[in-house]
């Protein structure tokens, strides 16, 4: 008997036949597409969670190296200072929630001297406590923080001072300041005294991640 086909013989007709009404052996059932769909979307949302977490990593690993480099960068300016003469008390840095400001501390005005020689620089409000920034004409450069960082100024509560118990930090706010008042240079903290540290706490808007910036009494900078 010659089959449909003209040469297949009965028996293979019938395998055909069989084969081709096996759903099984042709592409995905409903059920497996949509496991396969699945996995892949669980796969591409994983993918990208990394991808952006790796991408904020950067920005937190990036911010606190500039950061770093300005708070050193200002001590260095401040012996600079000493060492040429300049008419600059010294050099600090302010933070805000913005982000940081590299500072030159002017002298206060003096009147000028009945001689006409110069008057004399007036540093003493730079060894008093209290904030040293007092508005844009000291600004030496500004850094705006990426708006997904956040920036937070804390200091060792006074307990773990007077005690060298292990540190809890208070943290006032967002703004604060350090300045480097050469020779030395002597480290001022606002808000705090001098002779305490200060530490920032660099760190992802969501909280998610964070770095800690400490800078010691004698102006060294270490990373947590």
Do not use: H, W
Request: glycine share 10%.
């Amino acid at each position: 008997m010659v089959s449909p086909f003209g040469i297949l013989g009965r028996g293979d007709y019938t395998k055909l036949m069989r084969f081709l009404s096996d759903k099984s052996k042709f592409g995905f059932s409903t059920v497996e597409v949509l496991v396969v769909a699945a996995v892949l979307g669980m796969l591409i949302t994983i993918s990208i969670q990394y991808s952006r977490k790796s991408e904020q990593q950067i920005v937190l690993s990036t911010a606190r190296a500039a950061l770093v480099q300005t708070v050193l960068r200002s001590k260095a300016l401040a012996i600079q200072t000493f060492r040429d003469g300049l008419p600059v008390c010294g050099y600090g840095v302010r933070f805000t929630s913005a982000g940081y400001t590299l500072f030159r501390d002017f002298p206060a005005p003096q009147p000028p001297l009945v001689s006409g020689a110069p008057p004399p620089i007036d540093c003493s409000g730079s060894l008093a406590f209290g904030p040293k920034y007092s508005g844009t004409d000291e600004d030496f450069s500004v850094a705006v923080l990426d708006p997904r960082l956040q920036i937070q100024v804390c200091f060792p509560s006074d307990a773990n001072l007077a005690t060298g118990a292990d540190e809890s930090l208070t943290c006032p706010g967002v703004s604060g300041e350090v300045l480097f008042v050469p020779p030395d240079p002597t480290v001022f903290f606002d808000p705090g005294l001098s002779g305490d540290s200060m530490a920032i706490i660099l760190s992802l808007a969501d909280g998610s991640t964070s770095s800690r910036i400490d800078i010691g009494s004698g102006g060294q900078v270490s990373i947590q």
